[in-house]
């Protein structure tokens, strides 16, 4: 599943027969409905900032490093 909001290059025809074409089922918030994306857009610019550009070897790194952020900051 992918969720996004209703950007024009989401909901477009290509990027939705893209989807459909790899099995993913699309999701997005109804017109007008902006703040159901806002939390979790908040927290990814918020680990954006905080982590910056990081690269992690592994993805049990970057787990620990976010796991570090989230629960122990």
Request: overall charge negative.
């Amino acid at each position: 599943m992918a969720h996004s909001d209703r950007g024009s290059q989401y909901a477009s025809d290509h990027h939705q027969r893209v989807l459909a074409a790899e099995g993913i089922v699309c999701s997005m918030s109804g017109v007008g409905q902006c703040w159901n994306n806002a939390p979790v857009a908040s927290l990814f610019g918020r680990l954006k900032c905080e982590l910056g550009a990081e690269v992690f070897a592994t993805r049990g790194q970057a787990r620990a490093v976010i796991f570090e952020y989230l629960e122990v900051f």
